[in-house]
């Protein structure tokens, strides 16, 4: 089965600056790449994704970026706010949409300080 | 404004208690699912639907089961809770067009 692969656990970056946190997946067959944000006390929430026919997708100060050669995807947030601290999460499936299932990374500690 | 409900949001149970976690969805998506989520935040999945009495298994072993009778009702069973269960259960739906999840806000157990 899919293996995903999350890095760093904990990143703590200065407000106004960038935050980038990246992911591997192991199955080769895997097409859709979405980010999750998750805040205390509350479910996931989905920020951003990418199908594997893409290499890059920017929305507002968020981006996802794909090599689907070396099976690495990595989220960039770029002047960064207070609101953006929570647990980031990275998820592969075969199937646009993950009717099948995501496969969630371990999640990453974003802390941003004033 | 979530349209997925999880209930309760928090459950202390005694050991062999049997529990129900109820999830609704008010969106009309097909597919739900179930994950765990343990306290170093990691999510397994551990039930998903595609549709109306259609229930699968996920990654993670689990003793509990589903059922799928309304579209918008997928309720998570454990006969017989012990304390491993002990851990924040989050409910998720999707929908055809297949444009990510929805999630719950998550029922946190607590087996004693």
């Known amino acids: 089965g899919e293996n995903v692969e999350q890095h760093p656990s904990t990143l703590s970056v200065q407000e106004g600056d960038s935050a980038v946190i990246k992911c591997t997946y192991s199955d080769s067959a895997s097409n859709y790449f979405p980010w999750y944000k998750q805040e205390l006390g509350k479910g996931p929430q989905l920020i951003i994704d990418?199908?594997?026919?893409?290499g890059e997708k920017k929305d507002q100060r968020i981006a996802v970026t794909l090599n689907k050669t070396a099976k690495h995807f990595s989220l960039h947030i770029t002047e960064t706010q207070p609101e953006d601290s929570a647990v980031y999460f990275c998820?592969?499936?075969?199937?646009?949409?993950?009717?099948?299932?995501?496969?969630f990374g371990k999640g990453t500690h974003l802390i941003i300080q004033p | 404004e979530a349209d997925i409900y999880q209930t309760p949001r928090y459950l202390v149970i005694g050991t062999g208690k049997k529990i129900t976690l109820e999830c609704s969805q008010t969106?009309?998506?097909?597919?739900m699912y179930w994950y765990q989520q343990d306290p170093g935040m990691e999510l397994h999945l551990i039930h998903y639907?595609?549709?109306?009495?259609?229930?699968e298994k996920g990654d993670l072993s689990s003793e509990s089961t589903v059922s799928r009778i309304r579209t918008e009702h997928f309720p998570l069973t454990l006969e017989s809770a012990r304390p491993s269960h002990t851990s924040q259960y989050l409910c998720?739906?999707?929908?055809?067009?297949?444009?990510?999840?929805?999630f719950g806000s998550g029922t946190r157990l607590t087996v004693v």
């Open positions: 969106m009309g998506h097909d597919k």
């Open positions: 998720a739906s999707s929908d055809m067009q297949n444009y990510g999840y929805t």
């Open positions: 990418i199908r594997s026919n893409v």
């Open positions: 998820a592969a499936s075969r199937i646009w949409g993950g009717a099948d299932g995501l496969t």
């Open positions: 639907s595609y549709g109306v009495n259609s229930t």
